[in-house]
Structures are given as C-alpha cells and as structure tokens.
C-alpha cells in the first residue's frame, strides 16, 4: 500500500546535537511538507517542497534544515540551533501544492530534548 | 491572509450524542475545505472534504457543508461512539493548506 512512512517514531536528542528526521513517500506525490505540532497550537509550517532540488521556508523553518535530492525523501534536520525542538513532527505530501486533493500524512515523530 | 477558526475544547459528550464542531474561515479565493482527524500519538488522516459551495463531504456517519454565505464547514455527526474520540482539525486549501487549531473531543462511554 502506498504512503508516508516516518522513522524513528521517538527520538532523543542532546543538548547541542543536531538530529535527521526521516520522511519517505511511495505516493508519486511532487510537493512534500514538514509540520511541527505542540499541544494546543495546532500544526505549524516548517518547509515544504514542491519539486526535487527546490524548497521553501515555512512559518517557523529557523533552526531547521530540509533537502530534497529524491522525489520519494525528504529528510528534517532539527539543528542546535533551534532552542526548543521539543515537538510532534509531521510530515505530509500531495500530489501538488495548493490542490483540493488534501494531504497524507505520516504517523509522526516524536523529538524530546533530553 | 487566508485563515480558519473552529471551536475550542475539549468537548464532551455522551455515547449516541448528536456532534456539531463548528468551523468558520476566511478566504480571498475559492478555496477547498477539510476536515482531518488525529488519534493520540498519530499522524492525521483526511476524514472529508468539499471542494466548492454547496458540496457536502461525508464519510463514517459524518457530514459537513461548504457554506459560502456563511464561510463555515461545520462537522456534524448523529451519534458519536466512544472511538471517535480524537483531535479534529478544519482546514482550507487556497496556495497551501491552513489548519485551524483542532478540537479535542472526548466520548463518555
């Protein structure tokens, strides 16, 4: 079956480390997205990417870094820079930006600053 | 800009309880609309849609309708179970989707 498949599902970071998330997409979906999700805030843009080689700032992208070499990936990276990584973190894909078809989303990860 | 608001929660009702969860937004365009559905600790699935005025998505017993006179896309459900306990979030699709904050809904059983 085809979907989103994000690893790990927890993930610990120390102080000072910068950490991947992996997202990876049997869809054929073109445009992918990261969101971060903190209790009662609802879900927060990071980057999204609309084509392989190419992708853009969201909301909150400082402290973060994305690529996006391969249609099917699009690996997070949550850098030491960013002071509050503690999050739920998303990602999703649609077959293109903007389009009433709706996203599909991962099953998440889990990030905890330890 | 493009913006959704739905109801704040927790919201809390009985098994076989009538559900309304109530979504307003505001659009320079045409945009799609959503609902989408979280069970702790997942990602979010879409639970329907509606991609212009007048069309109702429906899917396992639940029902919205794009209003355009009204910008609103109210969830409604006849009778709520026990495992319809999740977070819902409302949301547009103009240039890029825009989620609303989500509802917590909790069933008693």
């Known amino acids: 079956d085809g979907g989103i498949t994000q690893s790990p599902k927890y993930l610990f970071r120390k102080e000072g480390q910068n950490v991947t998330l992996s997202c990876e997409q049997n869809?054929?979906?073109?445009?992918m997205y990261w969101y971060r999700q903190d209790p009662g805030q609802g879900l927060r843009l990071i980057y999204y990417?609309?084509?392989?080689?190419?992708?853009q700032k969201g909301d909150i992208a400082e402290g973060y870094s994305v690529s996006r070499e391969k249609k099917e990936s699009f690996p997070l990276t949550v850098t030491s820079a960013q002071k509050n990584p503690t999050a739920f973190y998303l990602c999703?894909?649609?077959?293109?930006?903007?389009?009433?078809?709706?996203?599909?989303f991962g099953s998440g990860t889990r990030l905890t600053v330890v | 800009g493009d913006s959704v608001t739905q109801m704040e929660g927790p919201v809390t009702l009985s098994e076989e309880a009538f559900l309304t969860i109530n979504c307003t937004y505001t659009a320079t365009g045409y945009p799609s609309l959503f609902w989408y559905v979280q069970y702790p600790g997942e990602g979010l699935q879409l639970l329907l849609k509606a991609t212009k005025a007048d069309d109702k998505g429906s899917n396992k017993g639940f029902e919205a309708t794009y209003r355009k006179e009204t910008t609103s896309f109210h969830l409604e459900k006849g009778s709520v179970q026990v495992s319809d306990s999740a977070v819902y979030f409302c949301?547009?699709?103009?240039?890029?989707?825009?989620f609303g904050k989500g509802t917590r809904l909790h069933i008693l059983p």
């Open positions: 949301a547009l699709s103009d240039d890029k989707i825009i």
């Open positions: 999703a894909s649609s077959i293109e930006k903007g389009t009433g078809y709706g996203y599909t």
């Open positions: 869809l054929n979906h073109d445009a």
């Open positions: 990417s609309q084509i392989v080689n190419d992708f």
